[in-house]
């Protein structure tokens, strides 16, 4: 059974930072590509940032990029978010994310992933 579970959220004024981490259990971590989603109230949820199972590809949704860096440690079986010059829009659940799909590609749509945490809360405060 894959586990995956967020920490690092909190409250943060405009222009702070935040590292989330995304810690992964029950199979080996790194064949598989993972993600950041986030979803404000009354939207839906939107990949942040992807990275391929090597963790030489990435991905950034525009408006977080130059202020977002996802990566990842495979002797700790754990993905990060650093979060950077943060604005009160960045305000959000975030969740993690990782798929059964053992491709060499970066997956952004919500329907490719298979496993999910709980999520957890970002807001900035302007």
């Known amino acids: 059974q894959v586990q995956l579970v967020e920490s690092g959220g909190g409250l943060v004024q405009a222009g702070g930072s935040l590292r989330l981490s995304c810690a992964a259990s029950?199979?080996?971590?790194?064949?598989?590509?993972m993600a950041w989603f986030r979803q404000a109230p009354g939207r839906e949820r939107d990949v942040v940032a992807a990275?391929?199972?090597?963790?030489?590809?990435?991905y950034y949704l525009d408006s977080v990029k130059g202020r977002f860096t996802i990566s990842r440690d495979y002797a700790k079986n754990t993905m990060y978010l650093q979060m950077n010059s943060l604005k009160p829009e960045d305000t959000a659940v975030y969740y993690c994310?990782?798929?059964?799909?053992?491709?060499?590609?970066?997956?952004?749509?919500?329907?490719?992933?298979?496993?999910w945490g709980q999520g957890t809360q970002v807001t900035v405060s302007s």
């Open positions: 990275i391929s199972r090597n963790g030489y590809g990435t």
């Open positions: 029950g199979r080996t971590f790194s064949p598989y590509a």
């Open positions: 994310a990782t798929t059964n799909n053992n491709g060499r590609y970066i997956y952004t749509k919500y329907s490719d992933y298979d496993y």
